[in-house]
């Protein structure tokens, strides 16, 4: 009885080691006969890697479109601050004595040794709401004036945008001017000049 056991159990080892290899076989023949089997999970591993990547990047691009809007928001609200600091000393200034503001061009820049001057031919832009861009341009006659530079004078011109930047007296004084500009005097010398846009 136990000698047909084991020869049973002998026989039953030699079957499925047979099987195993007509697997293993048989795997081997699938992979021979489909070519491109091995290429295909190297491109499902790559698509795979890919999605990851994509994951992460759209994470990123969230991140920084937040990051925008919020720098926008605080850009925004630091130009209307600004723009109401410039406003307030706007009526400040209307109210000092010694300060005078006009409006004119800047028909020729002399110099005198160390001393700048302008010579100014005086007209104003004025709000109109009747007129297409909101405002005239007010120029009755044609009057020049020559006026003393401050050698501390801030100069500020618009080159071709809407908000007037600092130049450089030196580099202003190089150039010639046909915008229509604010002139701010104190005891007869201009001490800052901005160009003034004209819509």
């Known amino acids: 009885m136990g000698k047909k056991v084991v020869s049973l159990m002998a026989i039953l080892l030699l079957l499925l080691t047979g099987c195993t290899k007509d697997s293993a076989t048989s795997e081997e023949k699938v992979r021979a006969e489909t070519p491109g089997m091995e290429d295909l999970e190297a491109v499902k591993e790559e698509v795979k890697k890919l999605e990851e990547e994509l994951?992460?990047?759209?994470?990123?691009?969230?991140?920084?479109?937040?990051?925008?809007?919020?720098?926008?928001?605080?850009?925004?609200?630091?130009?209307?601050?600004?723009?109401?600091?410039?406003?307030?000393q706007e009526v400040l200034l209307a109210h000092l004595p010694t300060i005078v503001h006009k409006q004119g061009y800047i028909k020729e820049i002399k110099r005198d040794g160390t001393q700048l001057f302008f010579v100014i031919d005086y007209a104003a832009w004025e709000q109109d709401p009747s007129a297409p861009?909101?405002?005239?341009?007010?120029?009755?006659?044609?009057?020049?004036?020559?006026?003393?530079v401050s050698?501390?004078?801030?100069?500020?011109?618009?080159?071709?945008?809407?908000?007037?930047?600092?130049?450089p007296i030196e580099?202003?004084?190089e150039k010639s001017h046909s915008g229509l500009f604010n002139l701010y005097l104190v005891e007869g010398?201009?001490?800052?000049?901005?160009?003034q846009y004209l819509p």
């Open 151 to 167: 050698e501390s004078i801030a100069a500020y011109v618009l080159n071709g945008a809407a908000v007037p930047v600092y130049e």
């Open 189 to 195: 010398e201009i001490v800052l000049i901005s160009e």
């Open 171 to 173: 580099v202003f004084e």
């Open 55 to 88: 994951i992460e990047k759209d994470s990123a691009i969230k991140e920084l479109q937040d990051s925008v809007e919020s720098m926008k928001t605080s850009h925004l609200d630091r130009i209307v601050e600004l723009e109401n600091k410039v406003h307030m």
């Open 133 to 148: 861009n909101g405002g005239k341009l007010v120029n009755e006659k044609e009057e020049q004036e020559l006026i003393v």
